[in-house]
Nanobody
């Protein structure tokens, strides 16, 4: 079966950095666009960043441009999200998603989801 397993989350202070990883199995990884979504307490799940299957094109929501970087290593079946200068309002559960379709902008598009991982940013 398909599995997407996130790692690298945790509790950090405002201004700190984290790198999230998502290891995929049970699918042909290089055929899937990948995305990172987040869901803060009491809010909807929204896209943070996405990357095409080839890795040649990326998308970022406006609030993270210049601070976050999405990348992928197709040889390792892994997608990453480097998060710099984290803000308290970015406290959320972060989810990895895999999609045969592009763009990956809404929660209706991905074919598969990870379980999510907590990122907490204190002030």
């Amino acid at each position: 079966q398909v599995q997407l397993v996130e790692s690298g989350g945790g509790l950090v202070q405002a201004g700190a950095s984290l790198r999230l990883s998502c290891a995929a199995s049970g699918l042909i990884f290089k055929k899937y666009a990948m995305g990172w979504f987040r869901q803060a307490p009491g809010k909807e799940r929204d896209v943070v960043a996405a990357i095409t299957a080839s890795g040649l094109t990326t998308y970022y929501t406006d609030s993270v441009k210049g601070r976050f970087t999405i990348s992928r290593d197709n040889a390792k079946d892994t997608v990453y999200l480097q998060m710099n200068s984290l803000k308290p309002e970015e406290t959320a559960v972060y989810y990895c998603a895999a999609s045969l379709a592009w763009p990956v902008l809404t929660t209706k598009t991905p074919n598969y989801w990870g379980q999510g991982i907590q990122v907490s940013v204190s002030s």
